[in-house]
């Protein structure tokens, strides 16, 4: 298996172990997911499309 793929292989699981906490946690507390408000997500969404141009302009200048 090549470094590359030894890499992406142990984020997955990673992942996968972050996804089963998760689910886990709502099993054991339903009572305590809450939607997420209108006005967050439109600050996700904004700073998601700032990192999106640095990291564009900073392709750019390599």
Do not use: C, Y
């Not at 992406?8 to 089963?20: C, F, P, R, W, Y």
């Not at 946690?25 to 141009?53: F, T, Y």
């Amino acid at each position: 298996m090549s470094k590359d793929n030894a890499e992406k292989n142990m984020k997955t699981q990673e992942g996968v172990g972050s996804v089963d906490l998760l689910n886990r946690d709502i099993k054991d507390n339903p009572e305590s997911v809450q939607p997420v408000s209108h006005g967050l997500l439109q600050r996700i969404q904004v700073i998601r499309n700032q990192a999106e141009a640095n990291r564009r302009r900073e392709h750019q200048e390599d």
